[in-house]
Each structure stands twice: as C-alpha cells, then as structure tokens.
C-alpha cells in the first residue's frame, strides 16, 4: 500500500464548475497536510496547507481533513482554464520541519 | 525576493560519468532538502539539510549519491557513476527553520537522462 494515494486522472471538469480532488494517506501519525499545484514543467506550488480536522476554505479553493478516515480532499469552486494542472497530495510527519510524503498527483483538465 | 534555483535546469549524460546539480536555496532558509521524481511515479525525498547537518538521509538510494551544504548555504547533489534508474527530475526544496506553517518552496527542477 502506497503511504499517500491519489486517483491519478486525468479528471475533467466543465468551465465553472467544482473539481474535486481526494486523497487517502496510511499514516496515523501524520500532522499536516499540503496541496501543491504543478503546471508541467514547472515547479510544484503551495496553494493550501490544513492540519485540523474539518474545513479550511481560501478563496476558490477549500480544503477538507478528516483524521479518522485518514482522508484529504480539495474543493476548487468556479472552475478555471487556469486551473488545469497536476494536483499533489503531500503529507508531513508529527514535528514539523521534516520530509513530504507525496502522491502521484491528479491531472486535472478545466474544459471551456 | 529570489525563489529557489537550481542548476542546471538538464543534464544528459552517460552511463558512468559523473554529475552535480546544484541548488541554491531562498536566503535565510536553513532548511533545505532534495526530491527526486521518476517518471510515472511520486516525488520522492531524498535528503535533508538543517544549515550544514544532514538531518535526514534516509532517502537516499545508494553511496553513488552524495550531497553536500557547505557554509549552510548552497547544496550539491552528485551522482557518482550514474546509472540508467537515476533518470528523473530532481528537485529542490527550503523552508525556514521556525515558520508560522511548515512551507516548503520548491525550485523548478533539474531534469537528468541517463543514456
């Protein structure tokens, strides 16, 4: 079993509409957790970072943790061309400071 | 204020020889750690820096790589002789050391081929 799982895509959605993306990690440890976003060829970025249980919400994007389920999901409301990317799903340790654990990312594909 | 760099942005090389990439991380951040990406598979990480210790290594997949971070500064990742698996984008990444949030910025990635 893979630590950081992703559905690799690729995922199309609609101009406008909401893409939704899930990820599933196997560590129980595990304190913080990071969305990067990667246009190809590029470096990946941090577009949102949560560490308690429920809803963090930051413009268009909202993201959701839920411990017990060992689950993390990013909502992107309003679909933009611009958000076709590659999504990572990143997760760090207990003290901070420490390595990510990565997915393979989803591709995502925003149709005008 | 500069992102992370890195250098070179390719490298094509052949089985055997030797290559260093470097990366040169945002100033001030005292942490810095290496990633590698094979394709078709996740970002991996290698190594990490604390200023000049190693913290963590527990990445790295052999003794053909060694990283270096003199003075705390810049870091160099070489691989010595590269074989065919090492082909992949290797990034680099700091944070620093006490942050409101456990941010790591990323470079843009030095792309090796091993032939």
Request: net charge negative.
């Amino acid at each position: 079993q893979k630590e950081v799982e992703q559905n690799s895509g690729p995922l199309s959605v609609p101009e406008g509409a909401i893409a939704s993306l899930n990820c599933t990690y196997s560590d129980r440890g595990s304190q913080s957790f990071f969305w990067y976003r990667q246009y190809s060829g590029k470096s990946p970025e941090l577009i949102m970072f949560i560490y308690s249980n429920g809803d963090k919400e930051d413009g268009r994007f909202t993201a959701q943790l839920n411990k017990a389920s060992q689950y993390v999901s990013l909502l992107i409301r309003d679909s933009q061309p611009s958000d076709s990317a590659t999504y990572l799903c990143a997760v760090m340790g207990f003290f901070g400071n420490e390595k990510l654990t990565f997915g393979t990312g989803t591709r995502l594909t925003i149709i005008p | 204020e500069a992102g992370v760099t890195q250098f070179p942005s390719h490298s094509v090389i052949e089985k055997g020889q030797t290559v260093t990439l470097r990366c040169d991380p945002i100033s001030g951040h005292d942490n810095l750690y290496w990633y590698r990406r094979v394709m078709g598979k996740e970002i991996k990480f290698l190594l990490h820096f604390v200023k000049e210790s190693k913290q963590d290594e527990s990445g790295m997949p052999n003794n053909r790589f060694l990283a270096e971070r003199t003075g705390g500064t810049y870091s160099t990742l070489k691989v010595q002789p590269a074989e065919l698996e090492d082909s992949g984008v290797y990034f680099c990444a700091s944070s620093p050391l006490a942050g409101d949030y456990n941010e790591q910025f990323f470079g843009p990635g030095t792309r090796l081929t091993v032939l």
